[in-house]
């Protein structure tokens, strides 16, 4: 909103004059900062530009600010209140560094960053033109991309060995200035990356002008290539250093060797030298104290004569400690053996033998098996003849336990009541596993026995003994203990699954439980619903049934159980005998009763 007023000049004209915005305080304070920084900014400026001390432009100490870990470090330029940018910044923040350094990350020193402010802005946002330019005033003397000889320089802190360079960039200098500054790239002849300054003008250590003299005449092929017997002089030189160094001078006396590394030991593993005091370990791989052994080749050739003659035996190399398999580390060192010495053919050929012995030691333990079961048959055999009629079977099942002798390979022992066929000692340590091959309980010549159902149906399973972890509340029978034997799915059998492997699991009591229906339903069912077993079996079940539910039967006996007469009988009597591993005895084969007995032989499935 303007406001106008009516005033009278001298010369009598009526002047109509615009007054100021009418602006709110809040307003007019917070223009008048903005105008008292802005002014601020400029006085700065000015002084900055009109003053020629470098001490009074930059602050001898850096100011820091914050606290703890915080802690930072101002803008070296006095007055200045932000925060510095790092190393790449020279201490100064992005306003000043662009305005008094040249953004290359070149150290240069305050009188010349000043000087530079006086250039264009082109030359000085731009320091590749910088050099170009600087490069043509120089009408070629030397210029970006000249080879120069640098000087050395050593001393507190530098380490210039100096050589050949090329010249990477050149600074422009002050007309009543001497000497130019070059930055030379010395990486093909030093093999260093990093831009080293020829000239520095801070260090003092200018070159006079008679030193400078012919180097722009300087060519490679003025430089003279040693001999060969030069350089192999100066190898000798230096590998007679290294001895001396070391204490292993050969060419002089034992007198003139150090005593001090004599003392010190050599670890056989990681090859690094160790001082007396480290008596114990490697202070480099902190492996125990092993010395290393001279006989190597006489340990290798003894290992490899112990496996040519079929021994798994190895030697540690450096411990001289047996070892009794390849792979086990060495008790001492532990460090494993690492190679075998041994080539192909005769690796393949200790293989091959290995396997031999441990067949012919598989075979020892199945024929020891089989005499002990024909001697196992041949007692049973005579305790029947010798058994009473008055006795009832189950006092005759209770005095063949008592009398038979321990399962266990070369124990004499008479096995103990309910200890699964074992003696009381053995009993307490065998761990009953199941086969992890275990024989078929169906064979082909069992076919003439019994129909295509029943065989296809136990074809799928094969034997195993129940477990501690199967026996449930309904397993708490005195009969199924740990170690009864049963039949188990096979696509079922050895799942990881926990609710899977309990699965398609059955145990029968007595034979008798194998004769009745509901034992093979269940095994059947199974099948059916098993998610492992094969397509191809499950539609071949179904189909078999369904084709025998179909036959029409002459009244007396399901089409499903029409077989050779008397085979039923005998095909359960044959699973019973594969089952428990008694000789096959055909005659005493039971028939089903009619009558169901009360659950004491019933089956248990899991």
Known sequence: MKHYREFVLEGGEEVEEEEEDVVSPPKKRARRAIKHEVEEEEEEEEELRDDDDDESLFDATPRTGGSGRTCRRYCKVKRCDKWSQGQPKNGMCFKHFGQYGFGDGTTMTTTKKKRSRSRSSAVAKSPAAASAAVADEINGEIGVGSLVMVKERMGAGINKPGGVGRVTKVYSGVDDEEVMVYDVNPSFVWGEEEDVAMLDEEEDESIEDDELEGYDEFSFSQLEVPDQSVLDQRALRREEQLNALSGNN????????????????????????????????????????????????????RTRYELLNGNDFWICTSCVIGVPSLRMPCGRCHSSIPFVPLTMPEFEDFVRNQRRIKRKREEEIQSEWDQKLEEISEEWGDRKEESTTTKSKKQQRQVEWTKFPCKTLGCKEICAPDREGFCEDHFRTVIVMEEPEAYPIVCPEDKELITDYFYLAYEQYRPCVLQDWERTRKHKDNKVQRGHPGIACRHCFGRENPTLRSMGRYFPSTENSLYQQTFTSNAVRHLLECPHCPSKVQSKLVSIKEKLDNTPSDGKKSAKFVGEKGGRGKFFRRIWCRLHRLPLDEEEAQTPKKKRSKGKHLSFQT
Do not use: F, I, M
């Open 250 to 301: 050969l060419d002089e006396d034992d007198d003139d060797h150090n005593p001090r590394l004599e003392e010190n030991w050599e670890c056989a593993k990681c090859g690094g030298l160790n001082r007396p005091s480290a008596t114990s370990r490697c202070t480099t791989c902190q492996s125990y104290r092993v010395e290393k052994n001279a006989s190597e080749d006489a340990l290798l050739e």
